[in-house]
């Protein structure tokens, strides 16, 4: 019986996805203003997946938008499903849970000073659709 890692019989590389629900703790933005598309996650993906592959290792993928993700396998452009053999590992957690973990993260991004950081970014006119200004929670800032 082969296993994914050492499976002989694929000439592809192997690539691990660890995904999960938002609110999991995938992903962040970084910077207010940037666009980080999903060709520039795939891009970046490409370059850092080479680079762990040269070191003999298997990659390992923790988060990024799922929409990301499948661009990255599916885009005929990258050919990504071609040259690799994918593992997909979905986190899951019971809604409550689930609820209770994002109600806790929250009370302690408020703690840590969430409001005053997100108001340093806050323009009433600003274009809510790029970067992080899209985030959940930030455009909705104008209402305290």
């Not at 000439?11 to 999960?20: E, L, P, Q």
């Amino acid at each position: 019986m082969s296993t994914f890692i050492n499976n002989e019989e694929s000439n592809k590389k192997k690539v691990i996805f660890i995904m999960g629900a938002t609110g999991t703790g995938k992903s962040r933005e970084i910077e207010p203003d940037s666009d980080f598309t999903a060709e520039d996650f795939c891009l970046q993906a490409i370059v850092h997946i080479e680079k762990i592959r040269k070191t003999q290792r298997v990659p390992i993928i923790v988060g990024g938008s799922n929409s990301y993700i499948e661009k990255l396998v599916e885009d005929p452009v990258f050919k990504f499903k071609y040259k690799y053999d994918c593992c997909f590992i979905w986190i899951d957690v019971e809604q409550s849970v689930l609820n209770c973990r994002v109600h806790m993260r929250v009370d302690q991004m408020v703690k840590a000073g969430l409001v005053d950081e997100v108001r340093q970014i806050f323009i009433p006119d600003a274009d809510y659709t790029k970067g992080i200004r899209r985030s959940i929670g930030v455009p909705e800032m104008d209402r305290y």
